[in-house]
């Protein structure tokens, strides 16, 4: 069984091979791997033989993988829950249907329809600080943030952002004043959190689009302020 | 489960390690892994209660050593093979058993913007009475089960106030072992940070976790 499951798994590394150099889109990362590695990592064969099966089983179709993949990669993101901060910032009216009910505001920019995942907005003042976590596993708002990204997933921020909220904030490069009131969000069952963060000081003159593109993921997660000077930093 | 997963309030895990400009995936398994417990996701032998109990079954010290898509490969194989959608030998040489029957793939490739877009929907539309009501004083159940649960140790026989009413939720620690959705309310619950920590917090914060009417009892 062990021999012909290694042969299987040469004959997988084979084809993979072949397919990475007819995908030019993947040529890079291909690249890539290979100044690190001369043959391909376990888990590349071992996903790959799963994949196999389960396709050969009729049980997925790659197509949809490619699919999913690319929408990870590109279609799903921070630059969305950004777009929901800034009309917030922008809309007095807007905003007061995000704090009221995040689903059906955020369904407004068509990420989601009305029966989507529930979501909560929560406000950043000068004295509130909002910060989002799932202690449990690596619940998030794919819908307005994309994937999470490795941080977020760790042990270290898992563990810490519950007990030492200010600890963590610190390790982002903030201290915060004692007079602020520290909101930690455990995402424990299907609800998933956005943290509307303060607008920043001098942004008054910028438009929507401008706005978005101040607006970082980590903003949105609650570990860091928005400033003027980022842009894109969401990404 | 008291499993390593439950890591709220745990203490040495080190510094938060940050890394700018992250890629959405850090190697192609990576991505292939992602999507293909998505796909699986759709089959009705699977849900996503299991799927999380799945991956709490790893073995504590082979789930901190392993990096998270490591733990979802563990995860997805064992669920899959537990639910009897592959067989662990078709697992072991990576083709189907001889004879067997091909399926028709759950998810297509058109369906899958929407339901990424839609995100995990754990709401049931069922009418069924809360136990608890807004600015109402609860105590989170001191649970200690061996299944799946959401309500994490650090927040058991603690004090708090439910400050909004979800709606009603399937229950997880049902639903991944597939012995039905026993729908029931989800409150957000605030916890002051001094009831959860003690005199070394700050008096001011606090923690708000999402729990369902099984998970409390009147304070």
């Known amino acids: ?235 | 489960m008291n499993g390593v997963h439950d890591m709220g309030g745990m203490q040495d895990m080190g510094p938060i390690e940050y890394e700018k400009n992250e890629p959405v995936f850090h190697a192609r398994w990576e991505a292939r892994m992602r999507a293909l417990a998505q796909a699986m996701w759709a089959w009705p032998q699977l849900n996503i209660d299991a799927s999380r109990y799945q991956i709490e079954l790893i073995p504590p010290v082979e789930y901190l050593r392993n990096s998270y898509y490591e733990n979802w490969f563990a995860g997805l194989t064992g669920l899959i093979v537990k639910r009897g959608l592959v067989t662990s030998a078709e697992l072991e040489s990576g083709v189907p058993a001889a004879g067997s029957s091909k399926a028709t793939p759950a998810l297509a490739a058109d369906r899958v913007l929407p339901l990424l877009a839609r995100g995990i929907v754990g709401t049931r539309d069922v009418r069924v009475a809360p136990q608890f009501k807004v600015s109402q004083r609860v105590r989170a159940r001191n649970l200690n089960p061996n299944g799946h649960t959401r309500l994490p140790r650090y927040a058991r026989g603690k004090m708090g106030t439910i400050i909004r009413d979800h709606g009603v939720f399937v229950f997880p620690d049902t639903n991944a072992e597939f012995q039905g959705d026993k729908p029931q309310h989800v409150y957000s619950v605030r916890f002051t940070a001094r009831e959860l920590w003690g005199e070394q917090a700050s008096p001011r914060d606090a923690v708000y976790l999402d729990l369902w009417d099984d998970y409390l009892e009147p304070a």
């Open chain 1, 1 to 235: 069984m062990e021999s012909s499951r290694r042969d299987f798994l040469a004959t997988a590394a084979t084809a993979a091979g072949a397919a990475a150099t007819g995908n030019l889109a993947h040529a890079q990362e291909q690249d890539h791997d290979h100044v690190h590695q001369a043959v391909p990592s376990d888990l590349t064969l071992r996903v790959k033989s799963l994949e196999s099966l389960l396709v050969e089983k009729g049980l997925v179709d790659p197509a949809t993988l490619d699919a999913l993949v690319d929408a990870f990669e590109h279609k799903l993101g921070p630059r969305n829950g950004a777009r929901v901060i800034a009309r917030a910032w922008a809309d007095p009216a807007y905003k007061k249907r995000l704090l009221a009910d995040a689903t059906t505001a955020i369904a407004e920019f068509g990420f989601t329809d009305a029966h989507g995942a529930r979501m909560v907005a929560v406000e950043n003042t000068p004295k509130v600080r909002n910060l989002i976590v799932c202690t449990l596993c690596s619940c998030y708002p794919w819908p307005v943030l994309g994937l999470p990204p490795v941080w977020y997933k760790s042990a270290a921020y898992r563990s810490r952002s519950v007990i030492d909220p200010r600890g963590v904030l610190h390790e982002f490069g903030e201290e915060l004043a004692e007079d602020v009131e520290v909101r930690v969000w455990d995402s424990t069952a299907e609800v998933r959190y956005i943290v509307l963060p303060e607008r920043p000081a001098g942004s008054e003159k910028l438009n929507e689009q401008e706005l978005a593109a101040l607006v970082t993921r980590d903003a949105m997660i609650g570990v860091r302020k928005v400033t003027l000077s980022q842009s894109g930093g969401a990404a």
